[in-house]
């Protein structure tokens, strides 16, 4: 390529990013008038959020993908609201967590993630309005349910007011390069679970599997111990300065995380909704099935189905179901008022925007 040619678009370059430059910082303009309107309101807006990033990828005409302007946009949006008001978002630490990437994810660089030692106290914090919002993990494609957020829905009074989708990748990480003299691998027991096949195949006879509170704890650990590997992500890997050893060793491709954004706040509909409930059942033949008749009738898809132990009594359980569609948006609402009428308990979670990105 000539000079003259590199010179050419570059200068164009310049240009553009001089007018980027001042349209963003109009957009922000506009948003912090919209944090004056909004008085001492609820500054985070989902709905609007997710409209905005949906209408970006159906007016893109590229060359960058659709995610790629959904992404740039997110951190647009992260930064006007951070004008508007700060957020301070509530996870399950230390630093490094897939529950901080999740987090990040959703809210963008600005909102300030604030690592907790427990899934419990991140809910205590926002339930106490010491954080606006707490990410959970609630389930994973290959492990299934996290039980100890499924059991703080039932008393939580948190709605949820949003989804993150997340891709896991687990990389096996050690201090020092190579293999040998490997004692024990640290990592979270879910972890430890969706590397199951590929640890049998690949680590050494004798190697002790260690469960800990998560896995940036797991990557802390190893950093200590020359003989000592852990199972994380790329952001644990970083942190702690380790050597990846091996990559992408989840033995489900596609292994991905749901967390739930709670804060307490409703969320309008969006045309792209999911509804959360918690329901119980009269103990009696049938019940189960009658509860769930009104969601296939009114033509509501489902999905999730969750049961767990509700802890009131032995074989007592709850039901933790996830439909397509807003509480305020038929067929879903009749769907919901029909399963009223059947339901010894029912508790609405949320209705929140669908994932975009
Ligand atoms: O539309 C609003 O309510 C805004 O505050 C603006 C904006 C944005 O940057 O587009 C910022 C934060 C909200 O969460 C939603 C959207």
């Given amino acids: ?24 910082n ?4 506009h948003a912090r008038e919209i944090g004056e309107i909004k008085g001492g309101g609820v500054i985070y807006r989902p709905e609007r959020e997710a ?44 630093e490094g967590t897939f529950s901080q990437l999740a987090a990040t994810k959703h809210f963008g660089h600005a909102a300030r993630t604030v690592a907790c030692s427990s899934i419990d106290e991140a809910f205590r914090l926002v339930e106490a309005r010491t954080h606006d919002y707490v ?13 100890r957020t499924l059991d703080l829905m039932v008393t ?39 590397c199951h096949e590929w640890l049998n195949r690949q680590l050494p006879d004798g190697v002790e599997r260690v469960s800990v509170a998560s896995n940036a704890e797991a990557a802390r650990l190893a950093s200590l111990d020359e003989t000592a590997c852990a199972i994380a992500g790329q952001a644990a890997a970083e942190r702690f300065a380790l050597v990846k050893l091996a990559e992408n060793i989840e033995d489900e491709p596609n ?24 329901v119980s059942a009269p103990n009696r033949p049938g019940a189960v099935h009658e509860l769930v008749e009104p969601i296939a009738r009114y033509g509501v898809s489902m999905t999730k189905f969750e049961s767990r132990p509700s ?30 009428s059947r339901a010894s308990y029912v508790k609405l979670l949320g209705a929140y925007p669908q994932a975009v990105i």
């Avoid at 989804?163 to 020092?176: D, G, T």
């Fill in 1 to 24: 390529m000539s000079d003259e040619l590199l010179k050419q678009h570059r200068d164009a370059i310049d240009a553009i990013d001089a007018q980027v430059l001042d349209l963003l």
């Fill in 255 to 278: 292994n991905t995380t749901r967390f739930l954004v709670l804060g307490y706040q409703d969320v309008a509909p969006t045309g792209k909704d999911r509804t959360s409930v918690i």
């Fill in 156 to 194: 939580t009074p948190l709605k949820i007011c949003g989804e993150v989708v997340l891709r896991i990748h687990h990389h096996l990480l050690r201090k020092v390069p190579g293999m040998d003299g490997i004692r024990r691998v640290y990592s979270h027991a879910q972890s430890l679970a969706q």
């Fill in 51 to 94: 409209e905005v990033l949906r209408r970006i990828q159906s007016i893109n005409r590229g060359p960058l993908p659709d995610e790629s302007v959904a992404r740039l946009f997110r951190e647009i949006m992260s930064e006007c609201l951070a004008l508007e008001k700060p957020l301070s978002i509530a996870y399950l630490g230390p």
């Fill in 311 to 340: 802890k009131a009594g032995l074989w007592d359980y709850v039901f933790f179901i996830d439909m397509e569609g807003h509480v305020k948006d038929a067929p879903l609402a009749d769907a919901l008022a029909a399963l009223r």
């Fill in 135 to 147: 990410v959970a993990p609630v389930e994973n494609s290959t492990e299934g349910a996290v039980g």
């Fill in 26 to 29: 109009q957009r922000a303009s």
